[in-house]
C-alpha cells in the first residue's frame, strides 16, 4: 500500500503508516489540481493539510484512492459529495489542535488588550513608550464566541478562567458551559462584546457571514479575532473598521487566499496596520497538536484500510471494528436502498459461508456492512456481491 503525505505532515504519521507496512511519500508543499492528477497513480492513502484541494476531477483521475486524511480539522477543502459517491473515505482530526488554537486567541486577547505589539515594535525603533494610553485589562471584559463547538466551548472556558465574561452564538443548540451566556443572534452577541472571536466552519452557507453590517454592530473600541476560516469575513471592510477606529485593534490568523508553498509571498489588505496580529495560519501548529495530528488521522486511515474501520469517517456510514488480528473479514460498502442487507445475507448464506459477526450503519445515500466469517467468504459469493446493482466496493481481509 502506498501513501502520499504533503504539506509537512508530522513525521508521527509517516512512522505510524511505515509500522503499519505503508510505502510512505512525503512531500513538504501543496499540490495544484494537476499537480495531484499526475501524482496519484498508484496512491491508496493520501494525505493533506488546508492548502491543497481534492477535486471531483482528482477523484477521477484515482480510481485506486481509498481515504483522504485531512491533517487538520476542516475537510471543505475536499469535494465530499464526489468522495462518497465513489466511496472514498475521508479523516479528519476534529479535536487534536484545540488546545493549541484556544491558547492562539487566548494570547491575541491580552495582546491586543495591552497593544503589545505596538509597544515592542517602538522599543525596536529605540523609542521609549511607558504610557498607560489603550491598554486595559482582559477581567471583566465580555467575549463574544460565535461558533460554539470544540474549540468554541474550550476558549469559553478559558476565557471565564482568567476573569471575563463569556456569551456566545450557534447555529445549533449547544449547552452553555460554565456562566457562559447564550445569544439569540449574531448582533445581540455583537452589541455586548468586547471581543469577538469567530470559531465556525468551512461550510459553504459560513462564507462572507461576517461583513460591514457586522463590524458596524460591534461596539465601539472593541476587538475582532479570526482563527477559523478565511473566507468568512470581509477583510476590505475590517480594514475600514480599523482604519476609522472603530475596531480597536484585529488578529487574523486565516485568509481568502492563502501562499500554497512556505516561503511564498502573502497579499492581504490587512498588511501594514500596526493594530493588526497576522499569523500565518498557525492557530493549530504547535509541535504537540501536529504530533497529535499525525498520529491520529494516520491511524484512522491505516485502520480503514486494513480492517474496514470508518469511526469518525466525515462521510461514510460509521462502524467501529475491532482489531483485526485472526479470522476473516468482509467489508460492503453499498447504495442504501431496501433489501441489501437480506440479499446479503442470503447470498452468504447460500454459498456455505458462516457469517460469526455483523455490522452495519447507514448514512444518506450510503449502507455499509462488516461481516466477520468463519472461513474467506468464497470467491463466487464475492463476485456476486461485487455485481450487485447496490454495490460500490466490496473488500476483504
Known sequence: MKALLLEGIHPAAVEFLQSRGFEVDLRLGALS?????????????????????????????????????CFCIGTNQVDLAAASVRGTAVFNAPYSNTRSVVELVIGEIIALARRLFEKTQRMHDGVWDKSAAGSHEVRGRTLGIIGYGNIGTQLSNMAEAIGMRVVFYDT????????????????????????????????????????AEEFAAMKARSLFINASRGMVVDDVALREHLISGHIAGAAVDVF????????DSFVSVLRGLDNVILTPH?????????????????????RFVQEGN???SVNLPAVQTAPHADGHRLGFLHRNVPGV?????????????????????????????????????????????????????????
Open 172 to 211: 445549533a443548540d449547544r449547552p452553555a458551559h460554565g456562566n457562559a451566556q447564550k445569544m439569540g443572534s449574531i448582533h445581540e452577541l455583537l452589541g455586548v462584546s468586547d471581543v469577538v472571536s469567530l470559531h465556525v466552519d468551512g461550510r459553504p452557507g459560513n462564507a462572507g457571514i461576517f461583513g
Open 310 to 312: 470508518t469511526s469518525l
Open 33 to 69: 489540481e494537476q499537480e495531484l492528477i499526475d501524482e496519484l497513480d498508484g496512491v491508496h492513502v493520501l494525505g493533506i493539510r488546508s492548502n491543497t484541494t481534492v477535486t471531483e476531477r482528482v477523484l477521477d483521475s484515482a480510481p485506486g484512492l481509498q481515504a483522504i486524511g
Open 256 to 263: 481568502p487566499v492563502e501562499p500554497k508553498v512556505q516561503g
Open 282 to 302: 498557525v492557530g493549530g501548529s504547535t509541535q504537540e497538536a501536529q504530533e497529535e495530528i499525525g498520529g491520529f488521522v494516520a491511524g484512522k486511515l491505516a
Open 341 to 397: 442487507l437480506a440479499e446479503f445475507t442470503a447470498l452468504v448464506a447460500s454459498t456455505g459461508d458462516n457469517v460469526t459477526g455483523q455490522q452495519l450503519a447507514t448514512r444518506g445515500d450510503l449502507g455499509y456492512v462488516v461481516a466477520e466469517t468463519a472461513g474467506p467468504l468464497s470467491p463466487s459469493a464475492v463476485e456476486q456481491l461485487g455485481d450487485s446493482a447496490s454495490c460500490l466496493w466490496i473488500r476483504t481481509w
